[in-house]
């Protein structure tokens, strides 16, 4: 069972979170559990590597006003005062350590993607032991870890770091496995792991899942339950679309595209472990736990829509290569691709006219910037490429659904949809597994678009 930040915010759901974790031991699972920071906790985080480098003064206020939160939520959540002792001396501890860490960055004037990693750590090493004292509070006999005492190693990929999966699997079940054995329930830390250098490390945004169903593998649990604030995947998010309903059964496949794709932020290749030991995930609504939530599986039993599910990535932004020096010219596209793929620029969506006079592409929003002058460094002024011109407030709309496939008419009705909103689209791509078709519009366009495409194909409830 992974809970997300968002069913760890406050106290109360901390409470709540631990009397569900209770009633499941009580009828006889055996449970592991996996803890994200509590929600915005890891943003803050990041936020605060930012302007430590700028301005010393605050560095003490927000780390404060960071623990003074941790500790209500401790202090309200866990009853017992000898729990709560060893709570807060954690939180304690850890206070002094990312303060210290923070003054680091601001008198060394830099910060490197190892450190930001260590930072960003801080969120899990305080949420976790919150519940685990509440936990222990109520009774039930738990015991927390990190993600690297756990057993899980990664590259040094620090942001996106990469778990070596059959030793890290291996790891895992030695530590974990006795413990259950024992009656005990470990409690550990979503997104952090260690390199196997001993550096801090995180899978990347969302990436507790990716540390729950590393967990499930390791252990070829029955089932991973991903708990979270809405009825499991919806057809939408319902933040942008009140309409949208929860989809009973996807396959792995769907499923993947769909967190490819943005949908519940959930991490990209979170599926991949339990798509590997066949274990199938449920994601499930914290505060709704009657309702069975989402259950993604090799072989569901309902039957392929030809649109499922429409999701919208924000963090991206486009690039455009002209050149009339591309066409007919082998090998371009591949230059490009190097280029990108040597700085570890992740290219999402990719598409070229015919003619080959252009190309365009969509990369995370954070690597636009060093994308698009690696390209003119390297490209521009040589015969092949004409212009690069980018746009940084773009997203991406799909549309998901594995009934699609061989389906005529579906594009066609997307775009329709999209255009009578008045919505321009800048880019087009559809794979040749023809599971997604996606959209690239304006950010500002980005919602209407959603809530056009999901009216057009009937999705809401
Ligand atoms: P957690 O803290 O549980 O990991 P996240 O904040 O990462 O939660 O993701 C949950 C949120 O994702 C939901 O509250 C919802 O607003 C959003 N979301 C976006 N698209 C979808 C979708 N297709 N189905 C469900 N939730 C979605
Ligand atoms: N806390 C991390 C994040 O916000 C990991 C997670 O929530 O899954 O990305
Ligand atoms: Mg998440």
Redesign the pocket.
């Known amino acids: 069972m992974k809970f997300?930040?968002t069913s760890l915010g406050d106290a109360a759901s901390v409470k709540h979170v631990a009397g569900l974790i209770r009633k499941y031991v009580q009828t006889g699972y055996q449970v592991v559990v996996v803890s994200?920071?509590s929600s915005g906790?890891?943003?803050e985080l990041l936020n605060m590597c930012e302007w430590s480098l700028k301005d010393e003064k605050l560095i003490a206020d927000r780390v404060n006003a960071l623990f003074e939160k941790h500790l209500y939520m401790a202090e309200m959540s866990i009853e017992n005062c000898g729990w709560l002792n060893s709570v807060l001396e954690i939180l304690n501890s850890s206070k002094r350590e990312l303060e210290k860490l923070l003054y680091g960055i601001h008198y060394v004037k830099e910060i490197t993607p190892r450190i930001r990693d260590y930072v960003?750590s801080f969120?899990?090493v305080m949420s976790t032991p919150i519940l685990w004292g509440c936990l222990s509070s109520v009774g039930v006999k738990a015991e927390w870890l990190t993600g690297w005492d756990a057993g899980i190693v990664t590259d040094s990929n620090y942001g996106e770091a990469k778990p070596f999966i059959e030793l890290s699997k291996l790891q895992l079940r030695n530590k974990l496995q006795p413990m259950i054995d024992r009656g005990i329930i470990p409690v550990v830390t979503?997104?952090i792991a260690k390199s196997q250098d001993g550096s801090i490390t995180?899978l990347?945004?969302?990436?507790?899942?990716y540390t729950a169903t590393l967990i499930a593998a390791a252990l070829k649990a029955d089932e991973v339950w991903l708990w979270t604030d809405v009825d499991g995947l919806m057809t939408a998010d319902p933040k942008i679309e009140p309409s949208a309903g929860t989809i009973k059964e996807l396959s792995f496949e769907e499923a993947v595209e769909m967190a490819i794709l943005g949908a519940k932020?959930m991490?990209p290749r979170a599926l991949e472990p339990a798509i590997a030991d066949n274990i199938a995930v449920r994601i499930r609504n914290t505060f709704n736990p009657d309702n069975p939530g989402t259950l993604i599986t090799s072989k569901p039993t309902e039957g392929g829509d030809v649109v499922k599910a429409v999701t919208v990535t924000r963090d991206v932004g486009l690039i455009n290569v002209q050149g009339f020096g591309m066409v007919g010219t082998p090998g371009t596209a591949a230059k490009i691709f190097q280029i990108l793929g040597k700085a570890n620029i992740n290219i999402m969506m990719i598409a070229q006219t015919v003619s080959e006079s252009n190309i365009s592409m969509v990369v995370p929003r954070k690597t636009l910037m060093k994308a698009v002058s690696l390209l003119e460094t390297t490209l521009l002024g040589t015969d092949l490429v004409r212009s690069i011109s980018y746009e940084s407030d773009i997203a991406v709309v799909a549309a998901i659904g594995s009934g699609m496939r061989g389906k005529p008419g579906t594009a066609a009705r997307i775009f329709k949809a999209v255009a009578d909103e008045g919505v321009n689209v800048r880019m087009i791509a559809q794979g040749s597994s023809e599971l997604n078709i996606s959209i690239v519009v304006k950010d500002d366009d980005c919602e209407k678009a959603v809530r056009a495409i999901h009216k057009a194909f009937h999705l809401g409830r």
């Open positions: 997300g930040g994200s920071a906790v890891t943003d960003a969120g899990e979503g997104y995180t990347g945004r969302g990436g507790s899942d932020r991490h």
